[in-house]
């Protein structure tokens, strides 16, 4: 693993469990999951995951990805 590679129990790149328990969908305003292994915050109700970047989590359209089949299995 590189130095700039990111890793979810690098501190630096933690995510605040206050942050989290306030943070909601910006499209249908519901709660997240928050997926620590692949940094990422999970809205079910969107079909869309936002990634964290250096514990920031980007929740904007752009930067999220669709939920296919297989992540809603593993929901």
Not at 30 to 55: C, Q, W
Not at 66 to 75: A, H, I, T, V, Y
Request: with cysteine; net charge negative; proline share 7%.
């Amino acid at each position: 693993m590189s130095e700039t590679e990111e890793t979810a129990d690098d501190p630096a790149n933690a995510v605040d469990p206050k942050l989290l328990e306030l943070l909601v969908c910006p499209f249908t305003k519901t709660r997240l999951v928050y997926d620590a292994k692949a940094r990422e915050l999970i809205s079910k109700a969107a079909g869309l995951a936002f990634p964290i970047r250096n514990g920031v989590p980007l929740m904007i359209e752009e930067a999220a990805r669709k939920l296919n089949d297989d992540d809603f299995r593993r929901l």
